[in-house]
């Protein structure tokens, strides 16, 4: 009986130990530059993409809207390598920006303020 318990124990230990932590977090504020007359600006609405890197290559894990302060915020981030990426439209004008490589441990918080610049514009036919 006791042997049974010290085994339960050890793949319990084992089971805790191989867990991946996911409390990381990645927050900031986004702006845009804009072309009429180069103030920043909020991009309230903002579509910003969480990018896993891995071996040079990057994959879309998730994505959350910027609120009406510009702020956006990924919650229970894994370890690893990440980059931000925000897409903003405003009228017909698309503004973009992509994070430096942001690396995480599982158990920290990084806070990524991202400018957006002109990109493209739309056209209306």
């Known amino acids: 009986m006791k042997r049974s318990v010290y085994y339960f124990l050890f793949v319990l230990l084992l089971f805790l130990l191989s ?7 990645i927050k900031g504020k986004v702006t845009y530059i804009a072309l009429d007359n ?4 909020p991009a309230f609405g903002a579509v910003m993409e969480k990018l896993l890197v891995k071996d040079d290559k990057t994959e879309k894990i998730s994505a959350v809207s910027v609120d009406t ?4 915020l990924f919650e229970y981030v894994t370890a690893g390598q990440w980059k931000i990426k925000g897409t903003f439209t405003s009228g017909d004008t698309i503004y973009e ?13 990084k806070t990524i303020d991202l ?6 514009t739309i056209a209306n036919e």
């Open 97 to 109: 920006g992509v994070s430096d490589l942001i690396q995480t441990n599982g158990e920290d918080v």
């Open 115 to 120: 400018i957006l610049h002109f990109k493209d």
């Open 38 to 41: 180069s103030n920043a600006y």
């Open 19 to 25: 867990c991946q932590k996911y409390e990381s977090q």
């Open 69 to 72: 302060n510009g702020n956006y």
